[in-house]
T-cell receptor
Framework: QQPVQSPQAVILREGEDAVINCSSS?????VHWYRQKHGEAPVFLMILLKGGEQKGHDKISASFNEKKQQSSLYLTASQLSYSGTYFC???????????FGGGTRLMVKP | DGGITQSPKYLFRKEGQNVTLSCEQN?????MYWYRQDPGQGLRLIYY???????QKGDIAEGYSVSREKKESFPLTVTSAQKNPTAFYLC?????????????FGDGTRLSIL
């Protein structure tokens, strides 16, 4: 029931791009993306709703493929500040509880 | 500024002891949540509450208890029945009237066994 995130970890050089995937075995209503720095609270990035929309936030964007029950987070021209663990949270029905994936650890090096 | 306040930041529990973690929010959110995070792992839901005086068990409720007597407060008690309480505990809230709203998290409480 927990969504599966891939890869589990990725190391980038500043300026490189990355893609993080979140896959579910169940039909999804929405996918939420968060970033957590070590020892800190998760910070909200964006929500994608059923309908296959794509959203962008500065150089971070995401898509939701309803047919594949998968969401992808795209980090373009990565910055040092992008380092952290990225979590997806999936929602099966509106107003239902989020189930979080195991996280993807991203490290951006100079 | 609106936000979620968790206290204490660090907590130590003796064997057989109950401890209570505080969570207060001034965002006027209806829904509140408690998550447990183990090192290198994702967030697992312990309890959640969508309205005052009502709450439901999450995936790992055994050994924990909560109350929701006020809209702004959702304390979590880690009981002696929880044999492996060492973890990072996160409280969150959201405006449950619209499921398009994000969850806002507190800074967490790190609980360890003495």
């Amino acid at each position: 029931q927990q969504p599966v995130q891939s890869p589990q970890a990725v190391i980038l050089r500043e300026g490189e791009d990355a893609v993080i995937n979140c896959s579910s075995s169940k039909a999804l209503y929405s996918v939420h993306w968060y970033r957590q720095k070590h020892g800190e609270a998760p910070v909200f990035l964006m929500i994608l709703l059923k309908g296959g929309e794509q959203k962008g936030h500065d150089k971070i964007s995401a898509s939701f493929n309803e047919k594949k029950q998968q969401s992808s987070l795209y980090l373009t021209a990565s910055q040092l500040s992008y380092s952290g663990t990225y979590f997806c949270g999936t929602e099966i029905l509106p107003g239902n509880m989020l189930t979080f994936g195991g996280g993807t650890r991203l490290m951006v090096k100079p | 500024d609106g936000g979620i306040t968790q206290s204490p930041k660090y907590l130590f529990r003796k064997e057989g002891q109950n401890v209570t973690l505080s969570c207060e929010q001034n965002l006027n959110h209806d829904a509140m949540y408690w998550y447990r995070q183990d090192p290198g792992q994702g967030l697992r839901l312990i309890y959640y509450s969508q309205i005052v005086n009502d709450f439901q068990k999450g995936d790992i409720a055994e050994g924990y208890s909560v109350s929701r007597e006020k809209k702004e407060s959702f304390p979590l008690t880690v009981t002696s029945a929880q044999k492996n309480p060492t973890a990072f505990y996160l409280c969150a809230s959201s405006n449950d009237r619209d499921s398009n709203q994000p969850q806002h998290f507190g800074d967490g409480t790190r609980l360890s066994i003495l």
